[in-house]
């Protein structure tokens, strides 16, 4: 699965460099400003017999570096209180993922006065995952802290009406997170916290 989203993206990314078609309108925004919500779907059975899917919010902003290439930095932040497995425990589990990454653009229509244009995007990244989960379960850490690496991708559409902007999108992730229990004889095993992502947002840019 990482194996070929990351082939797939890399792909799109590349035509961005052999598309240099002088008759694409060319946006002359430098820097985007988004926020999102969308449902977290994950693909870890664990978190999904835990805490299942959710809401998950994010904060973006982008640079643009050439014609249809931009720079990108967001945080997403994801919490869900749900029950853990084997003991049925109360728990609550939130999720931070910083992101650093590259988009490109492809300018799909625009109105003849330039005031409303349609993009689309492909994005992709490494993240790095912080992760806190606070049980109430005997048997396990009260409040588990872990981390890891991972990575994302992300496709979509952006309407821009003068500064402002609606987006649609549909994100795909991975990524392992890993903490050392302080309790004797306990095994913390890593943990996948990546998976699908699906939403909108709006935004501003200037």
Request: glycine share 10%; proline share 4%.
């Amino acid at each position: 699965m990482r194996i070929i989203l990351c082939t797939a993206l890399l792909s799109v990314l590349a035509s961005a460099f052999s598309d240099t078609s002088s008759t694409q309108f060319v946006p002359q925004e430098r820097i985007f400003l988004s926020g999102k919500v969308g449902y977290f779907h994950p693909f870890s059975t664990t978190l999904q017999e835990t805490v299942s899917g959710g809401a998950d919010y994010q904060l973006s902003i982008d640079y643009r570096i050439w014609k249809f290439l931009c720079i990108f930095v967001s945080g997403d932040f994801f919490i869900k209180g749900g029950f853990s497995t084997g003991t049925h425990s109360s728990t609550t589990l939130w999720i931070l993922p910083i992101t650093v990454g590259i988009k490109t653009l492809w300018t799909i229509w625009h109105s003849k006065t330039l005031a409303d244009v349609i993009v689309l995007y492909a994005a992709l990244g490494p993240r790095y995952y912080f992760a806190n989960a606070r049980n109430k379960s005997p048997y396990v850490e009260p409040n588990d802290f872990a981390s890891g690496f991972g990575g994302v991708g992300e496709a979509g559409m952006n309407y821009l009406h003068e500064h402002f902007l609606l987006n649609i999108f549909l994100s795909a992730s991975f990524g392992s997170i890993h903490s050392q229990s302080s309790m004797p004889n306990i095994a913390t095993p890593p943990t996948q916290v990546g998976g699908l992502i699906a939403g909108g947002g709006i935004g501003y840019c200037f």
